[in-house]
């Protein structure tokens, strides 16, 4: 009977696995096949593997500018939460400041609005009024950078808060007892101890950086296209090119996974946004 | 206790950046919401109009069309996550070998960007290349085109929403039910109850915050899908699925029609927040005064 019931289980979540990894096997099925092969009948098991598609994507020099520019914008923007996430949680948990409570919640509702209602006020703040003699941030990667703080700076802070909280008080006022200086608390006593929590902040903001389009879509033109924008660019002029379309998805995909295989354990808290511990 | 002016310091490049990035935009937006400007118009001035955009808003069919799609996507796509998400939570609490490897599958969509997720199922579903519309052809004789077809586009939207979500639900419910007492459940079984009634009336009422935790943050990102409906339909056939954050990309921003795309952004920040609003007072305020 037990062991009857261990079988259905196991089968359940056999057909479960396999509702989940086919569209995406389906993505590489896609990816590997030559342009004449898609309209015939659909095959799910590839007979060949054709690669040109991949070799096509990389010698692209657009797109491996664009490939760049979202590794720069996402790793430039997730050390910079991160940092300035782990002073601000530094700050909130140790002094004594005036409605920091309000500012804590204040610093989430950033995160709660839809993008969407921002596009149109970000990019005319972009192009009309955050300029510098010529130079505006539009269409420019610190710009881009700064831009992504408004969704990842309320997560980091979100996140690193319990962090920071649970190193005890006493080890940074013995320090001060001592004669220590707040730069060196900070870097050499509650750093190393908030280290595991740095890295899972400093992890999901780059895969939430690096995911990003709407934004990217509308306040860059070519300077900081990102590799999310690259993929609807692609697919609205040339159409019919689905074996190129999967290969650059498929270059999305893979950093996040790989990146996300690091962290698999925490992903829970950090994803649900810290609503639901896990 | 250290100075609060070091405290400050700390604090000051966070605050900066959310002020400028996040304060301003809003306000930006609200003061704009007020004005007529269009760059491109012949009269280019910033004139202010009063509530004539929000006036103009109520009449616009356009908007209405994107309004009462978004409701109904949003209601079908988290109502059926709930579910599966609960029917998979429970199918986890049971030891089973390989337990770990399928929470690890199942969690993977979560990772992926919305973008990503629609060119997948664009590629599963768009005729003559997509896996879907051929075999639902051949076996059923059934001919889906979410080009052509508004039905068939909103439903694979919601089917899309529903692959990629659903985990974050199964998680956040396993957490819950991990963290269950087990006595209510035997006390229960010793009296007698069936599976129902011990759903209703012990599981369901102890997981309820988490539950209502869990709609919350399903609510808000789903009013908000953008990135993969755009990759998916670009918001088509007509209307079908061109939910509110696809009509603001699609047809307000493009318009530069500022003053009015303002009106409609603030809007649709507004209907958020009131969604958000009318959930809390409905569903986890009266347990907060019970408890």
Redesign the interface.
């Known amino acids: 009977m037990k062991r009857q019931r261990t079988w259905l289980y196991l089968l359940f979540w056999v057909v479960v696995s396999f509702l989940t990894l086919f569209p995406i096997y389906w993505l590489f099925v896609i990816s590997v096949k030559p342009a004449v092969e898609l309209f015939s009948t659909p095959e799910v098991i590839l007979s060949s593997v054709y690669w040109k598609n991949y070799v096509d994507v990389i010698n692209d020099e657009t797109l491996r500018g664009y490939m760049m520019n979202s590794l720069v914008i996402s790793t430039g923007n997730a050390v910079l939460v991160t940092v300035l996430g782990f002073l601000a949680c530094y700050a909130l948990s140790r002094f004594d400041l005036g409605g920091k409570e309000s500012i804590f919640f204040w610093t989430i509702t950033n995160r709660m609005a839809p993008p969407a209602v921002f596009l149109l006020p970000l990019f005319l703040l972009l192009t009309q009024v955050y300029k510098f003699g010529d130079f505006t941030l539009l269409d420019t990667k610190i710009g881009m950078i700064l831009v992504y703080c408004t969704f990842n700076l309320p997560f980091a802070i979100w996140t690193l808060r319990p962090t920071i909280d649970g190193i005890p008080k006493e080890l940074d006022e013995a320090a001060f007892v001592d004669g220590a200086s707040a730069w060196t608390v900070i870097t050499e006593i509650v750093l190393p101890l908030a280290r595991p929590g740095l890295a899972v902040t400093l992890i999901l903001t780059w895969v939430f950086a690096w995911n990003e389009y709407l934004l990217a879509a509308t306040l860059t033109n070519f300077n900081a296209r990102t590799l999310t924008t690259g993929l609807s660019e692609y697919v609205t002029t040339t159409g019919t090119e689905w074996g190129v379309m999967a290969a650059i998805s498929m270059f999305t995909l893979v950093p996040a996974l790989i990146v996300f295989s690091l962290v698999q354990r925490h992903i829970v808290a950090g994803l649900t946004f810290g609503a639901v511990k896990g | 206790?250290?100075s609060?002016r070091?405290?400050?310091i700390?604090?000051a490049?966070?605050?900066v950046?959310?002020f400028?990035?996040?304060v301003?935009?809003?306000f930006?937006?609200l003061w704009?919401s007020f004005h007529q400007w269009n760059p491109f118009a012949l009269d280019p001035a910033v004139v202010y109009n009063g509530a004539d955009n929000f006036r103009a808003l109520v009449f616009d069919n356009g908007f209405l069309a994107s309004l009462g799609v978004t409701i109904a996507f949003v209601f079908f796509a988290v109502l059926t996550e709930l579910i599966v998400g609960y029917l998979?939570a429970q199918?986890f609490m049971?030891e089973?070998?390989?337990k770990a490897v399928?929470r690890?599958?199942?969690?993977?969509?979560?990772?992926?960007?919305?973008?990503?997720v629609g060119?997948?199922?664009k590629?599963?579903t768009?005729p003559?290349?997509?896996?879907i519309p051929?075999l639902l052809a051949s076996w059923f004789g059934f001919d889906l085109n979410i080009g052509t077809s508004a039905v068939a586009a909103f439903t694979v939207t919601v089917i899309m929403d529903v692959?990629h979500w659903t985990?974050?639900v199964t998680?956040?419910l396993i957490?819950?039910l991990v963290s269950l007492p087990a006595d209510p459940f035997e006390q229960a079984q010793i009296d007698g109850a069936n599976k129902r009634q011990i759903f209703w009336h012990i599981t369901l009422p102890m997981i309820a915050p988490?539950l209502l935790?869990?709609v919350?943050?399903r609510l808000?990102d789903a009013?908000?899908t953008?990135?993969e409906v755009?990759?998916l339909t670009g918001g088509g056939p007509g209307s079908a699925t061109r939910y509110?954050?696809v009509h603001?990309?699609k047809e307000?921003?493009p318009k530069t029609n500022?003053g009015y795309?303002?009106a409609v952004?603030?809007i649709?920040?507004y209907l958020?927040i009131v969604a958000?609003w009318l959930l809390y007072v409905a569903l986890i305020a009266p347990r907060n005064k019970k408890a």
């Open positions: 206790m250290q609060n070091l405290g400050w700390l604090l490049p966070t605050l950046i959310l400028f990035f996040g301003v935009p809003f930006y937006v704009l998979l199918a049971k089973f070998p390989g399928f690890t599958i199942h969690t993977l969509p979560l990772i992926m960007a919305p973008i990503i060119s997948i199922w590629l599963m768009t003559s290349i997509g896996i051929s692959w985990p974050l998680l956040t957490a819950a988490a935790a869990t919350f943050i808000m009013l908000r953008v990135d755009l990759m509110l954050g603001i990309f307000v921003f500022y795309g303002s952004s603030i649709v920040l958020t958000c």
